[in-house]
């Protein structure tokens, strides 16, 4: 069966270091989104893809950007971990036409201290 | 942007209906769709709507109003396993095309 699937799952890093959380979806699908969740502020938008090599910024995008090189994956990194980036954080993808529903990944949960 | 706007918390009693609220303004509109949540898993599909009116998927149900900016989630026959995070979400091709924008979610406590 196609999934999305996240990792790692769980990850604690220290402030200033480099982190790249990885997504892959089978579904084939062009659209691929990251969103950070927090208690008061449900999910937010980070960055997303339409498709190789496109990316576009989102509501919270500082300090985290994403690379598309293929179909399947859209990693993302947090070029300097901050403790106000620990955070839930998911990955979704949705195909065409525009009225398909998003299918999030399990989840990352990340400690920045 | 956006302004996506749901009751923080809601309680209902095992086997009765709850009814979700959601208000959105938004600058565009492409859709509006229901999530739930459990604790400490991934949000999942519920519903989706883009014309006015109810859509019914078994014992959940889902209506639009796009001239109010207003939806709601109906919940029928209330399960203990229906305790979660509701999440309202809208898409706004005009700010972030296929991306959803969510509501800060409506957390549900069923009680027996």
């Known amino acids: 069966d196609a999934e999305i699937t996240q990792s790692p799952r769980h990850k604690i890093t220290e402030t200033g270091r480099q982190v790249t959380l990885a997504c892959h979806q089978t579904?084939?699908?062009?659209?691929m989104f990251w969103y950070r969740q927090d208690l008061g502020h449900g999910l937010r938008l980070i960055h997303y893809?339409?498709?190789?090599?496109?990316?576009n910024k989102g509501e919270v995008s500082d300090g985290y950007s994403v690379s598309r090189s293929n179909t399947e994956d859209l990693p993302l990194t947090l070029e300097s971990a901050a403790s106000s980036q620990t955070s839930v954080y998911f990955c979704?993808?949705?195909?065409?036409?525009?009225?398909?529903?998003?299918?999030f990944g399990q989840g990352t949960r990340l400690t920045v201290v | 942007g956006q302004n996506i706007d749901q009751p923080t918390e809601m309680t209902a009693t095992e086997g009765a209906i709850v009814q979700i609220n959601c208000t959105y303004q938004?600058?565009?509109?492409?859709?509006l769709f229901w999530y739930q949540q459990h604790a400490g898993e991934a949000p999942t599909f519920l519903s989706y709507?883009?014309?006015?009116g109810l859509e019914e998927k078994g014992r959940f149900s889902s209506f639009l109003s796009r001239s109010k900016g207003y939806s709601y989630l109906l919940l029928k026959e209330l399960q203990m396993k229906d305790s979660a995070s509701y999440l309202c979400?809208?898409?706004?091709?005009?700010?972030?095309?296929?991306?959803?924008?969510f509501g800060k979610g409506t957390s549900l406590l069923v009680t027996p």
């Open positions: 579904w084939n699908h062009n659209n």
């Open positions: 979704a993808s949705s195909g065409n036409p525009s009225d398909t529903e998003a299918f």
């Open positions: 938004t600058s565009g509109f492409n859709g």
């Open positions: 709507n883009v014309l006015d």
């Open positions: 893809s339409y498709g190789v090599h496109d990316t």
């Open positions: 979400a809208v898409r706004d091709p005009s700010d972030s095309g296929y991306a959803l924008n």
